[in-house]
């Protein structure tokens, strides 16, 4: 049975119904939006900035803010340029949009977010890894095609860790551009807050890396990365152009706190080290030891966890009539009490 919580303010610990709940939900990962020093910059930075900019990037009126962040980004994550968007699914569209002009076959992953499909996908029966093969075995059957790959970074769901290293297995007798979706990847996976492309810019693809900022980082936002030609295609669009930028507080925030950042990945590593120890033996649970969800099976531990004030992610998805997917989510946030009262009820659980 999933729950639903109405709360002012995600936290550590939610209330709800005048009960006070461990919050296990959400993707608040490095628990940015409770940081006492970074709410304050934020704070300080709508007072420099103003708390929107109610224009578009083609404006003549210019805030140097977003320059300097794409540039910064960009730079930290080894990409020749970026593009700043006010939200991960109109970067993830745009993205799409500009490398489907350009190619005459797209392959979509299974378990692509819907940032990066063309229309309404339908769950698809391949692993990710029977996709990757089927894609290596169609490639040595065509020549002279532009094929477009479409995968998240991260299966955030089961959670799996997906590897573009088989690109290389791909037959060269075509053009391949790939574009990965980084939303649950930033701040998490990859070079430090900044994702997963510098880990595969090396591949034989034209790649593309997008996503929403709004999860780990905690910043309204899109980006899209990837090189100069691209990303100057990107910035030639209407959508880019014409569009509203996001919040300039956020981005000066980001900018001026990466101390803090780093402070609460640091913080989130310590906890993913020890729930990793405290159920990679507990075979109802799965989780990876970088990655900060365990995902479980039985669906009537999502009540039973909630009876004893714990909140966790259940919810249908990606339709309404998709099963609920069961899951616990850690953050920064979570205290060493925290999960050793989780780890204790989980190992109760196990042994039912």
């Not at 009960?19 to 940015?32: A, E, R, V």
């Not at 996976?189 to 997963?196: C, M």
Request: hydrophobic share 40%; glycine share 6%.
């Amino acid at each position: 049975m999933s729950h639903s919580y109405y709360t002012d303010l995600p936290d550590r610990e939610i209330f709800y119904e005048g009960k006070p709940y461990l919050h296990f939900s959400g993707t608040s990962y490095l628990g940015m939006g409770s940081q006492p020093q970074f709410r304050q910059l934020l704070i300080d930075s709508i007072i420099k900035h103003g708390p929107n900019h109610g224009s578009s990037r083609n404006s003549n009126v210019k805030l140097p803010i977003y320059d300097a962040f794409e540039t910064y980004f960009a730079d930290a994550s080894e990409a020749q340029y970026a593009a700043l968007l006010s939200s991960g699914y109109m970067a993830g569209q745009l993205a799409l949009n500009t490398l489907g002009s350009l190619v005459d076959l797209t392959w979509t992953a299974p378990d692509t977010h819907p940032a990066i499909t063309f229309g309404s996908q339908q769950p698809s029966t391949l692993s990710h890894n029977q996709w990757q093969k089927k894609c290596i075995a169609k490639s040595h059957d065509l020549m002279g095609q532009k094929i477009l790959l479409l995968s998240n970074a991260v299966n955030p769901l089961i959670p799996e860790i997906h590897d573009f290293k088989w690109t290389k297995d791909l037959s060269p007798a075509n053009k391949y551009y790939l574009l990965i979706d980084d939303s649950h990847a930033f701040g998490i996976l990859g070079k430090g807050l900044y994702g997963t492309y510098s880990q595969w810019k090396k591949l034989p693809v034209e790649l593309m890396v997008c996503g929403s900022l709004g999860k780990a980082l905690a910043l309204p936002a899109g980006i899209i990365l990837g090189s100069q030609s691209l990303i100057q295609q990107v910035k030639e669009n209407p959508v880019y152009r014409t569009s509203s930028p996001p919040a300039p507080a956020f981005l000066n925030a980001f900018l001026e706190g990466q101390n803090i950042y780093q402070c609460q990945q640091q913080k989130l590593n310590k906890n993913l080290h020890y729930m990793f120890s405290a159920v990679s033996q507990l075979e109802e649970f799965n989780m990876l030891p970088q990655y900060p969800v365990i995902s479980f099976a039985p669906e009537h531990w999502v009540n039973e966890l909630h009876q004893k004030g714990f909140a966790l992610s259940s919810f249908p998805y990606p339709f309404p009539a998709s099963p609920p997917v069961n899951r616990i989510i850690l953050s920064a946030w979570h205290l060493p009490t925290d999960l050793e009262a989780l780890a204790d009820e989980l190992g109760l659980f196990n042994n039912c």
